[in-house]
């Protein structure tokens, strides 16, 4: 698609912005931030039955979007997982069948299956449909804190209390690996994106390991120097993130788990990292109830959520709509992002369909509709309303232009207008001919602007402009010899500080001369 622009006159106006010095506005949100903070809590009903929904009896230990893309979401905390309505919010089905604490609910890539763990060391695998109990694994010996689906669909990761990491087949209900290495509780773990036969356990012995299923003993071990309370793979496996107390540290798995980096952001201890939909933003949690955004490549923080209480669990669907956290006090807290104006309409749009004729919507049908390939676009510039000193530059009324600039009492602007006169040889033009009250302000603005450093040079040529012209009318008018005095004055007090500084330097230099001799002495 072509642009072809209609000709017309355009001035160009004075450029004074490299005059301003730039500085950070309190106060004042960048792109990313606002953006972020589209996500508001999800609108539920006041209804006393959907509000209880959203509060567990115990803490939230774990919560998971359903990666089928549907939406839905589970909840695990206490002795239950609630399975909620992405759209809706509303909840769904809750799973109770537990002899303990449930941990680790986590729903499998079809939507279908749900597996979770037990404080009483069995891992259950339920009918997401129905409800009903399928399978129970029972080889661990402690608690089970971490459950996950392998990337086939096929197997599951769990992680446990008893220092080991086991990998079961679903259809089999068998043990398939069981993983003996780490000295303490096994409490984070992922699979291995580049691989079906790898995963990466984390434990509270402050080791990171990754485990080869052909091998059955880790390939890279990794000490991460506190116990471990995340993981996270990112960039198809190449790089992992270990989060243990508030630090977060990034290896590359590819150079045998060399560490790349560690920042922190947190207060308190970190409790859960999650990529975004668009694997370019990756996001924290911790206990300090805070949410924090990073940039992917270089790991600074581009914006933040605060939350009512700790958090100990997140997520974030696929397609960046929704951020669910789990608190310490029991709450189950959704933020959706809102929709833009371009997005609400297109969907209030498909909403209504077809207009019907002769209506308004029929008659004004099409007027949003985008070129498409091939099309001429003949694109009309606005017409630039110019300020009163650049109108008067572009008609070559130098003096009026110079008398507009002042007015705007802002130097910035000042000096760009005397500068644009100087390059025109315009700046004589612009000072003769002027009586005591179009040249006192132009003499005001010097005596406070002469001996600013960054103006000077030009300032000094001004300066003697105005000298050469109205040398001559000095004693004429009693305004005019004040400003001149205070101008002189202003001017010997510059000389004089300009003659102390080069004694000043003087000295210096012998000082640092005789140093010199003496150590080489």
Aim: hydrophobic fraction near 35%.
């Amino acid at each position: 698609m072509a642009d072809v622009a209609l000709p017309g006159p355009d001035f160009k106006s004075v450029d004074y912005s490299r005059f301003v010095v730039e500085s950070k506005k309190i106060g004042r949100s960048t792109p990313e931030e606002r953006y972020w903070n589209t996500f508001k809590p999800l609108p539920r009903s006041v209804d006393k039955t959907t509000l209880k929904d959203y509060k567990l009896l115990s803490a939230v230990t774990s919560v998971h979007f359903s990666p089928s893309g549907s939406r839905d979401f589970c909840a695990t905390g206490g002795t239950v997982v609630k399975i909620f309505n992405g759209q809706t919010g509303e909840l769904k089905k809750t799973i109770s069948r537990f002899k303990g604490i449930a941990y680790s609910g986590n729903i499998r890539n079809d939507g279908r299956l749900l597996v979770a763990g037990c404080e009483n060391s069995h891992i259950s695998l339920f009918d997401l449909e129905s409800g009903n109990l399928l399978r129970m694994f029972k080889k661990h010996t402690a608690a089970v804190h971490v459950t996950r689906w392998s990337n086939n669909n096929t197997n599951i990761l769990s992680c446990s209390d008893d220092k080991t990491a086991r990998i079961w087949d679903v259809s089999t209900e068998a043990q398939v690996h069981c993983f003996r290495g780490h000295g303490d509780y096994v409490r984070c773990a992922v699979m291995n994106p580049a691989s079906e036969n790898m995963c990466i356990t984390g434990s509270y012995d402050s080791t990171v390991k990754f485990w080869d299923f052909r091998a059955g003993k880790p390939t890279i071990d990794i000490n991460h120097g506190a116990p471990i309370e995340a993981l996270l793979a990112i960039k198809g496996g190449d790089v992992v993130l270990s989060a243990a107390g508030n630090e977060i540290k990034v290896w590359d798995v590819t150079a045998g788990g060399k560490l790349l980096r560690t920042f922190s952001n947190h207060q308190k201890t970190i409790t859960g990292l999650q990529i975004d939909g668009t694997g370019t933003r990756l996001l924290s949690c911790s206990l300090d109830a805070h949410v924090k955004i990073y940039d992917i490549d270089t790991f600074e923080s581009v914006s933040q959520k605060k939350l009512e209480a700790p958090i100990l669990s997140l997520d974030i669907d696929r397609n960046n709509t929704k951020i669910i956290a789990g608190l310490s006090r029991g709450d189950v807290v959704v933020h959706s992002k809102k929709p833009t104006a371009k997005e609400s309409q297109e969907s209030v749009a498909a909403a209504r369909g077809t207009p019907f004729p002769g209506t308004f919507r029929y008659f004004m049908r099409g007027a949003n509709t985008k070129a498409s390939a091939g099309d001429y676009k003949v694109s009309l510039k606005a017409k630039r309303k110019l300020k009163a000193y650049d109108k008067s530059l572009k008609e070559f009324r130098y003096k009026k232009a110079l008398t507009d600039a002042l007015n705007t009492r802002s130097h910035h602007i000042v000096i760009g207008v005397l500068e644009e006169l100087l390059q025109r040889a315009g700046l004589e033009a612009a000072i003769r001919g002027r009586d005591d009250a179009t040249l006192e302000p132009l003499l005001s603005f010097l005596i406070k602007f002469l001996f600013t450093p960054q103006y000077a040079s030009l300032l000094v040529d001004v300066c003697t402009t105005v000298l050469e012209i109205y040398a001559d009318h000095i004693g004429g008018s009693v305004l005019i010899d004040e400003l001149f005095t205070k101008l002189q004055k202003k001017l010997k007090h510059e000389l004089k500080v300009m003659k102390e500084l080069t004694q000043l330097n003087g000295t210096i230099e012998m000082l640092l001369y005789n140093n010199a001799a003496y150590l080489h002495s």
